[in-house]
């Protein structure tokens, strides 16, 4: 079984910097593309970022030049850091991964930004 468990939400005021975390646990044998999606209260869960095993990386429009994915792959970790965050960011943010050819989801975590 393969966990992924995220880390790093919290509140921030408007113009702030959040990292977040998603650590993959369990048996591993690959890890493919893993990525950050969102979803605000009453709205779709959409993609954030993505990041493939190459290091290609694939941003949502309204956060590009704002967020930065990256991974560590010696850790099965992937990264979101998140400046210049602004109130419509508010969301519960969900990493998502294609680990040993299967998707898996982490349970999320709550990002919260103040005007």
């Known amino acids: 079984q393969v966990q992924l468990v995220e880390s790093g939400g919290g509140l921030v005021q408007a113009g702030g910097s959040l990292r977040l975390s998603c650590a993959a646990s369990?048996?591993?044998?690959?890890?493919?593309?893993m990525g950050w999606y969102r979803q605000a209260p009453g709205k779709q869960r959409e993609l954030v970022a993505i990041i493939t095993s190459s290091g290609y990386t694939d941003y949502k429009d309204s956060v590009k030049g704002r967020f930065t994915i990256s991974r560590d792959n010696a850790k099965n970790t992937v990264y979101l850091q998140m400046n210049s965050l602004k109130p419509e960011d508010t969301a519960v943010y969900y990493c998502?991964?294609?680990?040993?050819?299967?998707?898996?989801w982490g349970q999320g975590t709550q990002v919260t930004v103040s005007s």
């Open positions: 369990g048996r591993i044998f690959s890890i493919n593309s």
């Open positions: 998502r991964g294609i680990v040993s050819g299967y998707e898996y």
